[in-house]
């Protein structure tokens, strides 16, 4: 019997001790790290490209937010102001839509409330639209402003106005949509 303090020795080629990867278990190592690298690197200019649709569309919702504050503070007779920029901004005076055309988006049974989104797909109306170039994008491309407003009347006075404004940078090398904003002001 061996005691607690002995140990049996055994003995193995020296081949057999040898620790490390073989030249096979490192190809394979190598590919999957390969294959690992081309798909993260496959989706870097995809986050790129959405980066730049992502800022774009914030710039929009900015700028169409910003003429739509100055529109909704005019009073509702106003057919006309000048914005923070010095320009004459057209605010229609007949009832009915006065401006660029729209589209529904979806139509609500009684029509009071259709979605409703400014048409980028005809030209512009002279006068409800103008071009806004970013100060600080470098590429300059410019964004498209039109407006739409939608007069009601009781009798002759003005009793409400629906303003859409809605602003799109075409941008040939990013695929972008039309941003629209909008506001129902009675007083």
Sequence with gaps: MQSWNQ????????????????????????????FGIAAVAQLIPISIQSNM??????????VAERLLNQMI????TATQFTDIDGNVRLLG??????????QVVSAIPNGALNLVRVDFGVNAVAGYNFMYTNPNDSIGIPYEVRWTVITNLSGATV????????????????????VTVEAWVQR
Excluded: C, H
């Design 73 to 76: 503070s005019q009073p509702l």
């Design 159 to 178: 009793v409400s106005k629906r303003i859409l404004v809605g602003v799109w940078k075409r941008d040939p090398r990013n695929v972008t949509v039309p």
């Design 53 to 62: 649709r992502n800022r774009y569309d914030s710039t929009a919702v900015v």
């Design 93 to 102: 005076g007949a009832a009915g839509l006065v401006g660029n055309p729209v």
């Design 7 to 34: 140990r049996k020795t055994v003995f193995r080629p020296a081949r057999a001790r040898q620790l490390g990867f073989t030249m096979v278990e490192l190809l394979i190592a190598m590919a999957v790290l390969m």
